[in-house]
């Protein structure tokens, strides 16, 4: 069950029961009063909600297998797999065979394109080549007799073998080739056999059907949608799917009976292979990737995450699930694993503890020189490592209230250390760095810069807000780290959102000592500041202004008021709690009594379509839960989550679990659980940030909705088929990851995913 969640967070030296008397003291309006229950039993609903058990799934997962040889040795143009387990890849420059995870060259097939890999009914495996066929089986490897020119298929006859090229076709017989007359065209591209020993042919003009005794052709538009066909496979139920260059047909008894294109599901118009799985389900190689159908549901497996290459050239299906893939740059497979979304979580961690945290404790991105080589990696900065760092503050805080494991609690603190030091490595009162690198660092996101008057006036003329920052990297007093400034309101909040998880489940007394002299230390900063964060140069940063001046009179600052409103009562809420100290709430009314930042917040981010960003979805979220599980006032509380509830409704179709715990830990009603448990399912365990570009789909429209900035996908697609997730970039993007860098050198720290994880095992949306 979930734990009682309004017993858990209540403000600091004041129990639930007290503070629900004296409100209604205070009130004695019986109207606020019917409210007031109305919300209790609307909380004691969701907690009688049983959250999703924790269980055993299927976990997809890419391995690359690239050939020793270079680019010729990768170009692989066809896959098998033998008898014993083997795999058999034919290349541009020959024919190469996997065993105990090592290639090997073939050098009995002369260096050369291998076409075509067949097995036959008694295993043996036959190789069609640029200089004819051959023969691989328990007696070893020999170029049979009686062709001496290329091979691109060899299909399956009743009792026999066809061998097909573009100098002809042949029949084995007699343990040699003989030439036999065809009249069908020698474009061939596969070859499949039916049950009555029918073969059926796929050139690259038509679809041919022989039996010997008959010949019959398909090409006319009543007859095949595209007729340059390419692919073959017969389903379960003896259907016959034709892979086409513009998609699919299916026919039965002879004749179409459905069509397939990209508006039926179909990702790529590009077929080139077919494969149908034990469970049914069809695997079609394309231009654009792997796609999967199953007859009801489609899935794709395309980009480096899980292919060498989308330019998929053939297909083999191992007993054991996996699905061998032959690219134009090596050969993939996509293997299967059962898990628990505690395995999954243990290997997340695992990743982030070995390359993510670097000096002096924060935790982020990393970076590999190498992309192929993994075991080598530079820790990175970037503008929100505060933010990362206190988000997975709040993870191991959030880990050790569920599971009580020291080790959480360790890393909570370490993590504390980090964010602390922001604040007192700036030699300020209160003013908190972006970020602290070692002073000997070469590589950094953001170099101090040179701003010549006339390019100030040119961004200040773009943007009459621009700061002019040259120095952005100030060398701490003891020379041993640079610091970055321009601090945002991005970063406090994620600051503020990490110490309210972590003084109330993690700290110990010494730690909420140390706490509560820190935030209050930021906080009166930022009063005192007149609601800005002021940098070192006594200027606000860029980004961080909370002040009714501007918030309310500044028309500049229209996109960000309803957000910042919501930001600084979190922030005020949040040190009252962890402080007690009453001045902190009573700028918190003034705020909200003076300044209307109540109304601010009725529609707490802006929704235009030139405004809207998904830095303000995650902004709302980190606020959310430091203001309305410590506010206990039932009108305000209502007006907040009748704000949040408005905002959540344009976001609770991206199936984001970090959103809807969120909403579900503040009293939101259906919060979508299901979907949640299938996107932290569905996440790939890779977190590379590979390129993962959608815009050539053709299951997709493309749209400028719900942003304009960007081209759109017009539905959401599924976890594994879009770039690595951060909750602040756009989930609907067509195209997403390193797209400006080389691909494969940065991976994620996977906090994006680790702390919706223990956001609902603390709070009982996941059971265990």
Known sequence: MRKQLQLVFIPR????????????????????????????????????????????????????????GGDAANDARAIAIDGGGAVWAGTQAGLFVLRGGAWSNVPKVEPGPVYELQRDRQGVLWAGAWNGVYQISDKGIEKTVGIQSPIGVIGLLPNSMIAIGPDGSWRWKNDCWQRIEGEWSLNARDAALDDAGVLWIATGIGLYRWDEKELKYYFTDDELTYSETNALAFAPDRKLWIG?????????EGKRVRSISGSDGLPNYDVRALAFDADGTLWIGTGGGVARYDGQQWSLRHSRRWLLSDDVRGLALAPDGAAWIATAKGVSAIKRRTMTLADKEAYFRQILEKRHIRPPGFVEKCRFPNPADRSVFEPCDDDNDGQYTSMYMATESLRYAATQNPEAKERADRAYEALERLQTITQTDSFVARTIVPSDWKRMADANETISPQEAAERRLRDPRYKPMEKRWRLSADGKWFWKGDTSSDEITGHFFGYFFYYKLAADEAHKTRIRDHVRKIMDGIIQGGYVLRDIDGQPTRWGVWSPEKLNHDPDWRVEKPINSFEILSYLKTTYFITGEEKYQNEYKKLIEKHGYLENCRHPKSYGRSDRTHIDDELLALAAPGLMLNEDDPQLRAGFLDGL????????????????????LIGGEDCHLAKSVEFLRDQPLDLIQWTVDNSQREDIRLVR???????????????????????????????????????????????????PYWLGRYAGFLEF
């Open 13 to 68: 030296n004041m129990s639930y029961e007290i503070r629900f008397v004296r409100n209604i003291v205070m009130k004695m309006a019986i109207a606020v009063f019917l409210f007031f229950f109305a919300f209790l039993f609307s909380i004691e609903s969701l907690e009688a909600s049983a959250g999703i058990k924790d269980g055993h799934f299927i976990q997809e997962y890419h391995e690359a297998y690239p050939i020793p």
């Open 244 to 252: 086409e260059f513009g998609g699919i047909d299916i026919y039965q």
């Open 645 to 664: 509830t408005w905002a959540y409704k344009t976001i609770e179709n991206e199936n984001d679990p970090f959103y809807n715990f969120i909403y579900g």
């Open 705 to 755: 909705f719900p942003m304009v900035e960007t081209l759109q996908t017009d539905r959401m697609l599924p976890a594994s088929e879009r770039g690595i997730m951060r909750w602040d970039k756009n989930p609907w993007s067509a195209a997403a990851g390193d797209i400006q860098d080389d691909e494969g050198h940065y991976e994620s720290c996977g906090v994006f995913w680790l702390l």
